[in-house]
């Protein structure tokens, strides 16, 4: 039986990564849902660009045992909080190497330079990466990190201070997070003096489990294992990404052999894949939420009463069904309901095309409007389909005479255009990355994050912010409760979003490998896997 050029394409990767027969090596191939947009995970926040750098190349100062929410020692060892709160030290790891590939060897070990720089090319405005960036680094921005680092001070060569603005609950999970990957100083010195400051972009260079090798856009991503990792050496000796739109093409890759996990499976074809031999499918609650934002600084949906009368408009049941196959709970608040501060008390907008009519007439929009509904052109954990939601959305809305257009484009257009608030509404979603409300609440609906364009509703609610900012502030997690509670009574009451549904997570995994374990961040992890 002949091999598939996908397969071919494998074995010669692996014989040129290893210089040995394709017998003798481990190569996991991961059938991914879609190109990268880059891999510098400090530039952006979409999850497929994630997973294909943070996730395989980076460390951060702290990371996520995997499998949980639970921070532990990444490149630091350790590291202590003041008794105020505003200094937080860490003590690094002796004997963290950088990669070496072609393009780069480095001449030391990972130092307190390494730490300073990663996080002052965010927020120095004349730092030549910041510059060159725009200034654009997305999560930091989201998160106002710039307003909370006053300064990050070098004790010694392992010892760094973060001295902050503020005390800040989460912020310690928020260094685990993707943005906050430690970078190589030096690296970044050899690529400045290049002049070509997009290779930090494109050219990655970390401290993780895997070594970047190459990346054929739209096709392939290759990595090699990275025999110094401080954490010892994953099992497996290659990585690929097989950049698989389709899930069902995905799918019958899997069936073939030719990948080995895959992420997003059609909800129309999980019965057929847990039937299929050689294939254990896996899933756990998805730490998520899907939803439809209005666009709150365009005419139409400046009027709460238009947002509720959409809302009211849409019949959630019906998506859960078509769309997500049953797998989801639909949603009524920002959060999952698998989230600590979670309010089971909230009331959702419940399907009424009559209470609909009514707000819309309340509003002076009672002949109805023409709009438009951004559609993701890639399948997510918390919306396998979005264009087939968009549909169902878009029926709903015509029986109020709301006239709603479906818009896409490609997936880093689509987020750019969309941060920038060129739609009337899209369809987004949130995998938690870190395990704390703040996470969701704040990135995604503070004003921070509407200035930023994390926020897509751009709703800036003053007493919403009051009750992020006092969560922040505390960590007695009672008084946390309280106000996230309360913020989401707000952000029912106003509307920025329709919440959709929370999905539950598959994850279709080859009989061949062992060790995978499913993240409830979200992300995909392969440093601790082994295939037999």
């Known amino acids: 039986m002949k091999k598939s050029l996908l397969a071919l394409a494998i074995l010669a990767g692996s014989t040129a990564l290893t210089g040995t027969a394709y017998a003798a090596d481990k190569t996991l191939v991961y059938c991914s849902e879609g190109s990268p947009d880059g891999f510098d995970a400090s530039l952006y ?16 100062l702290v990371n996520f045992k995997i499998g949980t929410t639970e921070v532990v020692g ?75 680092i006053k300064e990050i001070k070098r004790v010694d060569d392992m010892t760094v ?48 489990p895997f070594k970047f090798v190459n990346y054929q856009k739209d096709a392939v991503i290759r990595y090699a294992t990275n025999e110094d990792y401080w954490n010892g050496k994953p099992a497996i000796d290659n990585l690929i990404y097989s950049i698989t739109p ?40 998805g730490l998520n939420v899907g939803y439809l934002a209005y666009n709150t600084e365009k005419e139409n949906f400046k009027d709460v009463k238009v947002r509720k009368a959409l809302n009211h408009a849409i019949n959630k049941e019906a998506i859960k069904e078509v769309v997500f196959s049953g797998y989801a709970s639909i949603a009524k608040n920002p959060i999952p309901p698998t989230m600590w501060s979670y309010d089971d008390s909230t009331v959702d907008d419940e399907y009424d095309v009559d209470k609909a009519k009514a707000l819309l007439a309340e509003a002076g929009l009672g002949d109805g409007f023409k709009t438009n509904i951004w559609a993701m052109p890639v399948q997510r954990p918390y919306n396998p389909d979005a264009k087939k939601m968009a549909e169902l959305i878009q029926a709903d809305w015509a029986k109020i005479g709301v006239d709603a257009e479906i818009v896409t484009f490609e997936w880093g257009e689509y987020l750019k255009r969309s941060k920038e608030g060129e739609h009337d509404t899209v369809l987004l979603g ?5 395990g704390d409300p703040d996470n969701f609440m704040r990135v995604l609906l503070g004003c921070v994050a509407a200035e930023q364009g994390g926020n897509r509703a751009r709703w800036c609610n003053d007493e919403f912010e009051a009750e992020m900012q006092a969560a922040l502030l505390t960590t007695d997690a009672a008084a946390r409760t309280e106000s996230y509670k309360k913020a989401q009574g707000i952000f029912k009451a106003e509307a920025p979003w329709a919440t959709i549904a929370h999905s539950i997570v598959f994850m279709p995994v080859s009989d061949k490998v062992t060790g995978y374990v499913v993240d409830p961040l979200g992300g995909h992890w392969f440093s601790n896997v082994d295939m037999n």
């Open 430 to 434: 949130w995998t938690g990355d870190n």
């Open 45 to 60: 926040d979409s999850g497929t660009t994630l997973d294909a750098s943070a996730n395989t190349m980076f460390d951060g």
């Open 246 to 285: 389709d899930a069902s093409v995905r799918f019958q890759k899997m069936k073939a052999g030719e990948c080995h996990v895959m992420p997003y499976p059609a909800p129309s074809e999980l019965d057929m894949i847990k039937a299929t031999d050689g294939i254990t499918l896996m899933q756990s609650e």
């Open 161 to 208: 201070t973060f001295v902050l603005d503020h005390p800040e609950a989460p912020i310690v999970a928020n260094l685990a997070m993707a943005f906050a990957g430690i970078q190589s100083a030096e690296y970044a010195a050899q690529v400045e003096a290049s002049g070509n400051l997009d290779d930090m972009n494109q050219k990655p260079v970390g401290t993780g």
């Open 74 to 148: 990444g490149v630091a060892e350790s590291w202590s909080m003041s008794d105020d709160g505003l200094e937080l030290t860490f003590n690094l790891r002796s004997g963290v190497k950088f990669h070496t590939t072609d393009y780069f060897t480095p001449t030391r070990e990972l130092n307190a330079d390494d730490v300073i720089f990663s996080f002052t090319r965010q927020m120095d405005q004349e730092n030549a990466y910041y510059k060159h960036n725009n200034g654009q680094w997305l999560y930091f921005g989201y998160m106002d990190m710039a307003n909370l």
